[in-house]
């Protein structure tokens, strides 16, 4: 015996077994005609501004840019266990489009997460020349930006803008994995309003 919505049972032989079948799984299928498959639902700027869109071709360029971010990550101190927990399921950062990458060679985003010793000074230099334009540098924790704890050390840089330049400070010591995450989302925001300040290009006068 089975129960239907009004607590009466429902006998499973006959016509009532379909009756049962339609009314516990007929509202799973409702709105849904066989053979169709899935519809792609109208498009936002069909609704607000029908098949057409105007910006400039560095905002499409930028909006790419800011969604597909390649972070060259290396952990320098304590502040790479709160960046590597952000890349984790908890934090899950791949769903800001942010991919981590082992080789400046295709990253596009610096994250250097821990303490600047004047002997890692040379490899983040070289690092930071190997990687393609556009590109940029996120200071993550207090050693990153000042030199932290460690400050006036003989053997801290004193914050890595020192070597390279700098997007965007993450203070704390450590940030948690959620400062990181509102870094790279204020990067994320600045890589679109550069691309929207930009200074158009200059005309040449007539004639040159």
């Known amino acids: 015996m089975a129960i239907n919505e009004d607590d009466q049972p429902i006998p499973m032989d006959g016509p009532s077994r379909d009756h049962m079948r339609d009314q516990i799984f007929g509202r799973i299928g409702d709105g849904y005609k ?3 498959g899935n519809n792609v639902p109208d498009s936002v700027f069909n609704r607000v501004l029908p098949n057409a869109v105007t910006a400039k071709s560095d905002q499409l360029f930028s909006l790419a840019r800011k969604s597909s971010l390649w972070t060259l990550s290396f952990g320098l101190a304590c502040c790479a266990i709160e960046m590597i927990s952000a890349h ?3 934090h899950d950062l791949d769903r800001f489009g942010v991919v981590t990458w082992p080789s ?3 990253a596009d985003v610096m994250i250097v997460a821990g303490t600047v010793v004047k002997k890692m000074a040379d490899p983040i230099k070289l690092l930071y020349e190997q990687m393609p334009d556009p590109k940029w540098v996120i200071a993550m924790g207090s050693c990153a930006t000042n030199g932290g704890p460690y400050y006036k050390s003989y053997s801290v840089v004193m914050g890595v803008d020192h070597l390279i330049p700098v997007d965007v ?3 704390g010591c450590p940030p948690r994995p959620e400062a990181l995450m509102h870094g790279i989302m204020q990067l994320q925001e600045k890589i679109q ?3 929207k300040n930009q200074n158009p290009p ?3 006068p007539d004639g040159e």
Request: charged share 15%; no cysteine.
């Open 193 to 195: 309003l550069d691309a």
């Open 88 to 90: 984790m399921s908890h």
């Open 169 to 171: 400070y993450v203070p």
């Open 34 to 36: 066989v053979g169709e």
């Open 202 to 204: 200059s005309q040449a």
């Open 104 to 106: 400046p060679r295709q």
